[in-house]
């Protein structure tokens, strides 16, 4: 059977007729310039509020904002795009967090590049599952192609495969699944009962919380994690996880893994990865590294001698929508040996057959802890083929360099404390009261921190080091200049000073001098 050709010109504009109201809106070839004004109009609405954005945030409060999407009536279609754009101005994009803005300086989100939202919408369009050949094709050999160029730039070696993942919290998952399997390789099923609760991750007392939660996923014992404190500059001691993986043998339990981090999301800091996969190799333990945020330094042109050693490790977690400028999501599980990819695999006669395998065919499901699975990998290809690794190398540093400017600027201001100096983009530190109110501090930055948030001209972060309360600036946007940190250091001295001044009845100069 022949099928029918269409056409530029021979698109209609509108729906054929007959056509039912809702097979209306489905894209085919008989809608597409409905389907071209609808994101049309789409893009045109955010675009303009990006343009218009004179902050971050409008620092709306939830009982606010939730009587508005809860008198929403879902059964009761508008009928209208327009319309139903006019209701998103009102309860999304009018409130929503904007982080290309050059005040947004909380959490790790990044500003995006435009090759890779033009990605997203190909992608989402097109709506390719990447869990098999016949699903994907193209998107398959995209992926992989991606894959191996990341591992060549980590330095894994020829045996190197891996998957793309939903965030850091899967790939670290996965890469602990493996670790766990390769420890329990020669164990029979009542070994394996047995050993279960014996296996021990060793991971950094700064590490990210998605450890704990993949050791409690995989069914390990509560107590499975053993942290290991840092030293002065917030980076894992590799004498420290030596002396663990000892300890624990002389217990009689087994080391599965060692996670080491490169960009901890407190700190920003690089935890010596050729110490500790010494360390690994030498107790022959699998070495994990997380390097969700620090894998920007892959591309960059001045600091990727910080990743040294990650070239030793078993796998490694890259997060492209942190440091990459890509939008949510796009991460990636690289590992050294394809072969430990075997551990996620399942083989489904209505999916993924074994008989594939023996005849080539690249199923990327038979890798990934998912099925169905978004074709986020076309973002990061279309970034590489527009403006290059060295480009998105190039904002990479800006971001870095501008978190070193801001760090020097909050250690020369008497009004604020700051710690440890990060090798990447985030910057930790504390407005200090001194006289009656130096008991109201954490206090004062948590509501320092609540009420430039409220105020939306600003966002930061904010978190606890050492029982104290802290904030914290991660840069994460080239835009952001020392103008932009000074002002917001400005904001957050008057709302804690304000704090202070109420709750302790002292005069505001009385509590902004340096502490002696």
């Known amino acids: ?17 007959g056509t039912t109201p809702a097979r209306a809106h489905l894209l085919n070839a008989d809608t597409v310039e409905q389907y071209r004004r609808a994101v049309a109009a789409g893009t045109d609405r955010v675009a303009r509020r990006v343009a218009e954005a004179n902050g971050p945030f409008t ?57 890779a939202l033009l990605g997203e919408a190909v992608l989402s369009a097109v709506n390719s599952s990447m869990d098999t050949w016949d699903q994907s094709a193209g998107g398959t050999l995209i992926e992989r192609r991606l894959i191996e160029w990341t591992a060549d730039r980590i330095g894994l070696g020829p045996a190197a495969d891996g998957v793309f993942t939903s965030g850091g919290t899967q790939s670290n998952l996965h890469a602990l699944l493996l670790a766990r399997e390769e420890a329990l390789a020669a164990a029979t099923p009542a070994d394996r009962r047995i050993l279960l609760p014996q296996l021990r991750i060793i991971a950094s007392a700064a590490g990210h919380f998605s450890v704990q939660k993949a050791a409690k996923l995989l069914g390990l014992a509560p107590d499975a994690v053993v942290v290991v404190e840092t030293g002065p500059d917030r980076r894992m ?50 070495l994990h590294v997380d390097a969700a945020y620090g894998c920007g330094l892959l591309v960059s042109p001045t600091r990727r001698h910080l990743l040294d050693g990650i070239e030793r490790a078993d796998s490694v977690t890259v997060d492209y929508h942190k440091s990459f ?39 990327q499901v038979d890798k990934s802890l998912q099925t169905t699975r978004r074709f986020d990998a076309l973002k990061l290809w279309l970034t590489l083929r527009v403006m290059g690794p060295d480009a998105v190398g190039e904002l990479f540093d800006e971001v870095c360099d501008r978190a070193a400017q801001a760090w020097e600027l909050v250690a020369a201001d008497p009004r604020f404390e700051v710690l440890t100096r990060s090798q990447l983009s985030t910057v930790v530190f504390r407005w200090r009261p001194t006289g009656p109110g130096r008991d109201l501090a954490d206090a004062a930055n948590l509501r320092a921190r609540e009420a430039l948030a409220a105020s939306g001209l600003a966002v930061v972060a904010g978190t606890r080091v050492d029982g104290r309360q802290y904030l914290k600036f991660t840069v994460l946007n080239p835009a952001t200049t020392t103008e932009d940190v000074a002002y917001v250091l400005d904001l957050i001295a008057e709302h804690a000073g304000r704090h202070v001044h109420e709750h302790a009845g002292a005069s505001t100069a009385d509590l902004t001098c340096p502490v002696g």
């Open 1 to 17: 059977m022949t099928l029918p050709v269409h056409t530029a010109e021979a698109t209609p504009t509108h729906p054929k007729p």
């Open 59 to 115: 620092g709306v409060r939830p009982d606010e904002l939730a009587p508005q999407v809860e008198a929403i009536d879902l059964d009761r279609p508008l009928g209208d795009t327009t319309a139903a754009l006019d209701e998103l101005e009102d309860v999304y994009l009018r409130d929503a967090v904007w982080f290309h803005h050059p005040r947004y300086l909380a959490h790790l989100n990044c500003p995006v590049v435009i090759p």
């Open 237 to 286: 001691r590799p004498g420290a996880v030596r002396h663990e993986i000892a300890r624990c043998r002389r217990a009689g339990l087994t080391v599965m893994a060692v996670v080491a981090t490169a960009g901890t999301t407190d700190f920003g800091t690089i935890d010596p990865l050729d110490d500790i996969a010494e360390v690994c190799a030498t107790s022959g333990v699998w």
């Open 325 to 363: 400028f890509q939008p949510v999501s796009s991460s990636a599980l690289v590992v050294r040996d394809r072969r430990t990819l075997r551990h996620a695999t399942w083989h489904a006669d209505y999916l993924n057959p074994a008989r594939m395998v023996a005849q080539r065919i690249p199923n």
